[in-house]
């Protein structure tokens, strides 16, 4: 990745050179570090994105699973024998 430089001329506010100028050149953009970081960080986001989405999916899964149960259950408890309709609507 190549570098952007510029030249800052700005005074210092508590450098040695009081009054006077002091070029100072800053780097824009990022060293092979920094971008590896950046890749690792977007990498680690990227997991845990992929987790809670595994987690959401499942959690619906368990959800509609204990809801069928719960209508299966209810209707048993209520003394209905005809059951089977509530299970079939439910797949």
């Known amino acids: 990745m190549g570098y952007i430089h510029f030249l800052d ?3 210092p506010e508590n450098g040695p ?12 953009g990022f060293t092979r ?7 690792d960080r977007q990498t680690t986001s990227l997991a845990g994105l992929a987790v809670a989405l595994l987690l959401v999916v499942l959690s619906l ?4 699973q204990l809801a069928a149960r719960t ?5 048993l408890m209520a003394g209905h024998s005809n059951c089977d309709m ?5 797949r």
């Open 9 to 11: 001329t700005r005074a």
């Open 17 to 28: 050179h009081r009054g006077g100028t002091m070029a100072r050149i800053h780097r824009l």
């Open 33 to 39: 570090d920094e971008a590896q970081e950046q890749a």
């Open 61 to 64: 899964h368990v959800l509609r």
């Open 71 to 75: 209508a299966i259950e209810d209707c």
């Open 86 to 90: 509530i299970v079939n609507r439910l």
